[in-house]
């Protein structure tokens, strides 16, 4: 079965570009979760949907970051402008509903460096 | 929240079972005991989860205390691809999606 697919792996760009990560959840899954990964910070959780609806964005630190979610299949996380202290790895998992009992399901990750 | 208490590191020995303790003594009745691993540059893999009872699955044993303020993930014959982070997580029935991880414990498997 196919996991959770994210791209692209990698992403390199200067500050004050426009970045885009995407991230397709596991068919049938209908929560979808991003968090970010760095050495200071480790793993935090920056917004999760329910059915396609945002339900908790508190973790997202800025203004420049917004998430969507426009169908089952599909969100996408950006950063506009970015800075380089958004340089991290930034992970996207799914599950069937965010019950406490329902385990989430994660990516390899986008690992993306501003310069 | 319960938070979680784990050793740093680990090593364990190619074919031998792994234990790994984890201390959540504040946790409450309806919170769920997780365990996740980190292999070097890949996302966290679900391994198993329980509220009370012990669980068994392809990948290990969680093994609940029965006052469930710790818990050992056992990976029973540990091969040097379990090297990895373990993290413990301690997962409250109303916090929806969130997943809080710690630091971990860096399991060595060494030949």
């Known amino acids: 079965d196919a996991g959770v697919i994210q791209s692209p792996r990698h992403e390199v760009t200067e500050m004050g570009q426009e970045v885009t990560l995407r991230c397709k959840p596991i068919?049938?899954?209908?929560?979808l979760f991003w968090y970010r990964q760095t050495m200071m910070r480790g793993l935090e959780l920056l917004i999760y949907f329910n059915n396609n609806v945002p339900i908790d964005d508190s973790g997202m630190p800025e203004d420049r970051f917004s998430a969507k979610m426009p169908n089952a299949s599909f969100s996408t996380l950006k950063i506009q402008p970015s800075e380089p202290r958004d340089s991290a790895v930034y992970f996207c998992?799914?599950?069937?509903?965010?019950?406490?009992?329902?385990?989430?399901?994660f990516g390899d990750g986008t690992r993306l460096s501003i310069l | 929240d319960a938070k979680t208490t784990q050793p740093t590191s680990m090593d364990c020995a190619e074919g031998r079972a792994a234990n790994l303790p984890c201390n959540h003594s504040t946790i409450s009745g309806n919170e769920y005991v997780y365990w996740y691993r980190q292999i070097h540059s890949q996302g966290p893999q679900y391994i198993i989860h329980?509220?009370?009872n012990n669980e068994t699955n392809e990948m290990a044993s969680l093994i609940i205390t029965e006052d469930r303020k710790s818990s050992t993930l056992i990976l029973p014959h540990a091969t040097l691809r379990d090297t990895a982070v373990y993290y413990c997580?301690?997962?409250?029935?109303?916090?929806?999606?969130?997943?809080?991880f710690g630091q971990g414990t860096e399991l060595s498997v060494k030949p």
């Open positions: 998992a799914s599950s069937l509903g965010f019950s406490s009992n329902q385990p989430q399901h």
């Open positions: 997580i301690v997962r409250f029935y109303n916090q929806g999606g969130k997943l809080i």
């Open positions: 329980g509220l009370k």
């Open positions: 068919s049938g899954h209908n929560s």
